[in-house]
T-cell receptor, first 110, second 113 residues
Framework: GNSVTQMEGPVTLSEEAFLTINCTYT??????LFWYVQYPGEGLQLLLK?????DKGSNKGFEATYRKETTSFHLEKGSVQVSDSAVYFC?????????FGAGTRLTVKP | NAGVTQTPKFQVLKTGQSMTLQCAQD?????MSWYRQDPGMGLRLIHY???????DQGEVPNGYNVSRSTTEDFPLRLLSAAPSQTSVYFC????????????FGPGTRLTVT
């Protein structure tokens, strides 16, 4: 079946540090891949997406590239801010079967 | 557009009580789903619907019922609440074509004592 595995947290970084959150997936078909972000007390919001191999999704300085050969969709940001503190979820949609990773909590300290 | 709305935001139930969590969307999305979020487990799919009159089970359906009489509404019923159902519940919707981006409601925090 389909599944998503992402790196366990929590992750704590200083402001302006480089961020990587690893995500790998298993899928029987050709899924779309997503990163969602959840701020405290809120629902999930779409951060970025990629719908086919080699696509790069980007938003608010975050990037992730759909790598079919390594079945990965790692999230990166060159310089994190305190306001990026949140829980990040990797997800796939194949297409009616949507799966989420366990989430990675990021804390950015000033 | 209100997007996806959920009520109530918070609820405390006693074991054995029943209740309905409400979910509505105004985006004319065909696909709606319910998830529960538990610490360290991400989101797990409870039930989903691909259109009015059609529902199906997700990963963790036991103890929950759903119905989809209209495109807009997708209520989740707890038949006899148990402490194991203490969780945060999210409703989501999306179109069935295109990029499959899901839109989430703000969540309902349920505690069963």
């Amino acid at each position: 079946g389909n599944s998503v595995t992402q790196m366990e947290g929590p992750v704590t970084l200083s402001e302006e540090a480089f961020l990587t959150i690893n995500c790998t997936y298993t899928a029987t078909g050709y899924p779309s891949l997503f990163w969602y972000v959840q701020y405290p007390g809120e629902g999930l919001q779409l951060l970025l997406k990629a719908t086919k191999a080699d696509d790069k999704g980007s938003n608010k300085g975050f990037e992730a590239t759909y790598r079919k050969e390594t079945t990965s969709f790692h999230l990166e940001k060159g310089s994190v801010q305190v306001s990026d503190s949140a829980v990040y979820f990797c997800a796939l949609s194949d297409p009616d079967d949507m799966r989420f990773g366990a989430g990675t909590r990021l804390t950015v300290k000033p | 557009n209100a997007g996806v709305t959920q009520t109530p935001k918070f609820q405390v139930l006693k074991t054995g009580q029943s209740m309905t969590l409400q979910c509505a969307q105004d985006m004319n999305h065909e696909y709606m789903s319910w998830y529960r979020q538990d610490p360290g487990m991400g989101l797990r799919l409870i039930h989903y619907s691909v259109g009015a009159g059609i529902t199906d089970q997700g990963e963790v359906p036991n103890g929950y019922n759903v119905s989809r009489s209209t495109t807009e509404d997708f209520p989740l019923r707890l038949l006899s609440a148990a402490p194991s159902q203490t969780s945060v519940y999210f409703c989501a919707s999306r179109a069935r074509q295109g990029s499959y981006e899901q839109y989430f409601g703000p969540g309902t925090r349920l505690t069963v004592t």
